[in-house]
């Protein structure tokens, strides 16, 4: 196990990303909003861990979501896709099932930003949740939609990840 030592002088937040997606999986369609994420991550900060891409099945999401949380021991796990109003987009009902607290002004942020840019927005179901240690953020299934929405919330997450690892101090303001 980590002391808090040695997570304050790591320098990078182990990261797993999660992309759902029927036809990704079956590979009747190339998955673009993985290599977006991964791309986007400054690397300095961030060390990608684990890429999957996995079908709408919400006990495989969980499964996948506990093992990067606990067994991986990532800081942050990013989704995307399985976020809208299809039957099959189960991923917020995975999240919010393996999570221990919400973490709802993420999620709020991203669709508040995303609004300005579409209406179509609303129609996000995504959440934030924490697990342990794990920040869990669901993102949209477009590549356009993914680099949007973490531009909302990119320069926070070094933050939120720092107190979830004991390494920063509280958030208030004097």
Do not use: W
């Amino acid at each position: 196990m980590e002391t808090a030592e040695e997570k304050k002088n790591a320098v990078a937040f182990r990261v797993g990303i999660v992309i759902l997606s029927d036809k990704g999986y079956r590979g009747e369609r190339e998955d673009k909003s993985g290599p977006k994420i991964r791309e986007l991550l400054p690397k300095e900060q961030y060390e990608v861990v684990s890429m999957r891409i996995l079908p709408d099945e919400q006990d495989g999401i969980e499964e996948e979501l506990i093992r990067l949380a606990d067994l991986e021991r990532c800081d942050l796990v990013l989704t995307t896709g399985g976020t809208g109003f299809s039957l099959r987009d189960v991923t917020p009902e995975a999240t919010l099932a393996v999570s221990n607290r919400v973490a709802p002004g993420i999620a709020e942020a991203i669709r508040a930003g995303s609004m300005a840019i579409t209406k179509r927005a609303m129609l996000s179901r995504a959440v934030s949740a924490i697990r342990d240690r794990t920040l869990i953020i669901n993102l949209p299934g477009s590549p356009k939609a993914v680099e949007e929405s973490l531009g909302f919330v990119l320069d926070t997450l070094p933050h939120a990840l720092g107190l979830l690892r004991g390494t920063d101090g509280e958030c208030a303001r004097s």
